[in-house]
């Protein structure tokens, strides 16, 4: 991984002035989660960042434990600082997300991975998802908020879209900000199209494959996945 969210001022500017949807994101995650039986809630954050979808849902959610991962010690000391303010059991691991589920023999209710699936191989998305399966509870569910392609949309076509985008539209990053993402977007992205993940998903024994949220620049979605009876 580069050292793009080594810059956590770059990654907070583009969170705070809502250019990768993260208030819509959260918005549809609890409105399905509302709709489950209020109980202690065990989540697991993949690619956790410093959890800002995680904190827009905490204040409405009873959460027995969660659990973050992410590859980035720079993003888990900004959390630590977060959860510090908070009556929360928290874990995390400074981890590779793949490493971390591979090894992991648990079970949790919710799967939250956010803007991390696209940076894997095509076929380390279909192991994440196995692995993601095996790791929830009965009618656990996966929340995916990341980027996708367009149907028939190639990764170059892709690349040019989203980077004419970014510089026609997230005005409140500088030039040297709009280079390190840049950069990053153009050697770590590889989203695969909806209908891919949806195959895979099923496949694995997902049930009610839905995407729930499509952000105002297309590529941005929220696929829920819900495990039902073993």
């Known amino acids: 991984m580069d050292n793009f969210f080594q810059q956590w001022r770059t990654y907070r500017t583009i969170v705070t002035h809502g250019y990768m949807g993260h208030k819509g994101i959260a918005d549809s995650i609890l409105r399905q989660l509302q709709q489950r039986p209020q109980q202690g809630l065990d989540i697991l954050d993949l690619g956790c960042g410093d959890a800002e979808v995680f904190f827009r849902l905490l204040p409405e959610l009873t959460v027995n434990a969660y659990k973050g ?16 303010s908070r009556d929360v059991t928290f874990q995390l691991y400074c981890q590779d997300m793949m490493d971390f589920l591979s ?8 799967i939250l991975a956010g803007f991390c699936m696209h940076h894997l191989s095509f076929d380390e998305k279909k192991r994440c998802l196995q692995m993601a399966y095996h790791c929830l509870r009965e009618h656990g569910v996966m929340f995916i908020y990341d980027i996708f392609l367009q149907p028939g949309e190639s990764r170059d076509q892709y690349l040019s879209r989203y980077l004419a985008y970014m510089h026609s539209n997230w005005e409140a990053m ?33 049930e009610q494959i839905r995407s ?3 952000g105002e620049w ?8 819900k495990r039902g009876e073993s």
């Open 212 to 214: 729930l949220w499509e």
């Open 69 to 84: 991962v992410d590859s980035s010690a720079a993003a888990l000391d900004v959390l630590t600082e977060r959860f510090n």
């Open 174 to 206: 500088s030039t040297l900000e709009l280079e390190a993402a840049g950069a990053h977007i153009t050697g770590c992205d590889f989203p695969e199209e909806v209908e891919v993940f949806r195959q895979w998903s099923e496949a694995v024994g997902f």
């Open 103 to 110: 090894s992991y023999d648990g079970q949790f209710d919710i």
């Open 218 to 225: 297309h590529s941005h979605k929220l696929l829920q996945l």
